[in-house]
């Protein structure tokens, strides 16, 4: 196993210099200023199914479609949790950034804390993200949910990494006169990162727009799902869905959020996950551009 990681944050140092620009931030330019767009990432739970099978190869085809990093959802491929650095080295030499990683509190434990902390410093992940507590929309367990976010996100602190939350269609139910989301909101830090997963916002009914400027400094990183209204003749292919993503994107651009995070969990019928991605990633890109207009 060490030897077959070697092997790949070595061998593939010879892609450095052709993806180099690919990890850069966008900047486009309009006649009379300059903006910055958010970096795009795509969460690699889209692609367990290649990924392990094939993790160097996968990860080189997410690299050829231009994502700029990838968010991991704890699968590391060959890498161990003492091989962060090597990880980062090797994701560097793709052309590929980190966006952050899916991570369980169990992670943060008292037995498990000084080797998650580590492994997450040295892979230089900005954001780690819980990705699912039904506690979240559970009225007897709420507040117990959030005072073991705010204790674990006031932990690892200490140490220079930023813990948050991620949201899934049901944390938008109806909550002392507002949502589950909201409540989270309320009773955590502005700086604390909580992910809005948009198309999950969709579904529930809620105007995802809405929420980014309802709460634009816990926005830095979001996920990007499309979404398909089933009663209409639309496709899961990013911009051709059900989501107001022109709107979505200018709220982004306007709170400043560091990344983008594509997520598909729904494929196009004949493709695989990844052909699915690269149709979605192309609609995104256009999206992108079409906001400068």
Not at 4 to 25: D, E, P, T, W, Y
Not at 105 to 123: P, T
Not at 132 to 140: E, S
Not at 217 to 224: D, E, I, K, L, P
Request: net charge negative; glycine share 6%; charged share 20%.
């Amino acid at each position: 196993m060490k030897n077959l990681v070697i092997a790949l944050s070595l061998g593939m140092s010879f892609l450095s210099a052709a993806h180099a620009n690919q990890a850069k931030q966008p900047t486009l330019t309009n006649q009379s200023t300059e903006l910055i767009l958010p970096k795009v990432g795509l969460q690699l739970w889209s692609i367990r199914d290649l990924l392990s099978k094939d993790f160097d190869g996968t990860l080189q085809q997410v690299a050829k479609l231009g994502f700029q990093g990838v968010e991991f959802a704890r699968d590391y491929g060959p890498f161990d949790k003492t091989q962060g650095k090597a990880l980062k080295q090797y994701l560097a030499n793709l052309g590929l950034g980190v966006a952050g990683a899916h991570v369980e509190f169990n992670e943060f434990d008292d037995a498990n804390f000084q080797k998650s902390v580590q492994f997450y410093q040295d892979l230089g992940a900005p954001y780690l993200i819980v990705s699912w507590d039904k506690r979240a929309w559970d009225p007897l367990k709420i507040d117990e949910f959030i005072q073991q976010l705010n204790t674990v996100s006031n932990k690892v602190a200490e140490h220079g990494l930023k813990l948050g939350f991620h949201n899934h269609d049901l944390e938008f139910s109806r909550y002392k006169q507002a949502t589950y989301w909201d409540y989270i909101h309320q009773h955590t830090p502005d700086s604390m990162p909580l992910q809005l997963d948009i198309g999950m916002v969709a579904m529930s009914g809620q105007n995802p727009a809405e929420y980014i400027n309802k709460y634009p400094t816990n926005t830095r990183t979001v996920h990007y799902r499309p979404y398909q209204d089933l009663t209409k003749n639309k496709t899961l292919v990013f911009g051709q869905d059900d989501v107001n993503w022109p709107a979505v994107i200018a709220a982004n651009v306007s709170a400043q959020t560091d990344w983008l995070v594509l997520e598909q969990t729904d494929y196009l019928p004949g493709m695989t996950s990844l052909e699915t991605i690269a149709e979605s990633k192309k609609g995104l890109d256009v999206l992108l551009k079409y906001h400068l207009k």
